[in-house]
């Protein structure tokens, strides 16, 4: 056993005016996961601490708080592996109101799933037979392949916690709920892909990821969010569904390399608006004044590649 001090955050609505850390100095058993602590904290110093569990096998999700500042399930964290220099913070998680010390309001984050309609849509549920009367719709296993990996979210909403674009905009449809999306949108025996694909292009869907890459470092499972995204903007753009600022701005990317060997950030910003977009365009002069006072606007004229040749090549690669 070794002498931790976990300072844990806490707030009370009905009490504090803000939220404040406390100290609990404890003995962490030998294999004690994090949730062990908080329950031996909870039932043996301080009745009024409170934390969300149920499976405690990591499988219902509702453990995930944040561990020395990043989101990890309670129960499946050791807590050994957690202690820095004697102490271990514990959090609520983040991009979510707190309710009450551990406790999120995870509301906002389950209401986004209804947007990308996390079910099957068949023949048999679209036409007028009841659905107990339908057979089983069966799938190869290399289908199943597919949908494997977003078929492990848990929902623990881990992802979130830490995602950049959610911080920004509370609309966007958040990693947990685009990869469920693709478990949907890839799925063999759903007939709704395009309907699906259409509604994930529309703002705060698959585009305005900035595949920051911190939802795959934070997913408990085996999800990887991010890649799952990347699978729907793929899709997207082999179905040409492309009429949208992500689509435009991933093709004017490819064009500016595949043309100059560079990114041309003066013209990026156009095609992603669409060259007959004048609203857009306009609302582009204010950011453009902004860079070029800050002597952020980059070079009119771009440095010659010595390398042309090599991304030729690497472009009839990939084209291959
Ligand atoms: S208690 Fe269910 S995932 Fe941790």
Known sequence: MSKVIFSIRRFNPEKDSKPYYKDYEMNVPEGATVLDCLNLIKW?????????????SAICGSCAVKVNGHPKLACKT?????????????????????LKDLVV?????????????????????????SAVNVKE????????????????????????SD????????????????????????????KATLERVINLSEANGIWDCTHCGECVERCPAEVKPMDRIVSLRTTAIKMGIVNNNGARHVEGFVDSIR???????????????GIFNIPGLLSLIPVGIRMFLKGKNPPIIHKHIDEMDDVKRIFKRLKK
């Not at 494997?148 to 992802?159: E, R």
């Open 163 to 190: 995602c950049n674009s959610w911080a920004s905009n509370e609309k966007f449809f958040g990693p947990a709920v685009l990869a469920k999306a693709q478990r949907f949108v890839d799925d063999s025996r759903d």
């Open 259 to 273: 043309s100059s060997g560079r990114l041309n950030e003066n013209i990026i910003p156009v095609k992603s608006m």
């Open 137 to 160: 719709t069966r799938q190869s296993p290399e289908d199943f392949h597919r949908i494997d990996a977003a078929s492990t979210c848990i929902m623990c909403a881990s992802c979130v």
């Open 105 to 129: 309001d995870l509301e906002p984050f389950f209401s986004k799933f209804q947007k990308v309609k996390p079910w099957l849509v068949t023949e048999a549920a679209g036409s007028q037979q």
């Open 44 to 56: 043996t110093k301080d009745g009024t601490l409170t934390h969300r569990m149920s499976c405690r």
């Open 78 to 98: 050791q807590a050994a592996e957690e202690i820095i220099n004697g102490r271990m913070k514990i959090e609520p998680l983040g991009n979510a109101k707190v």
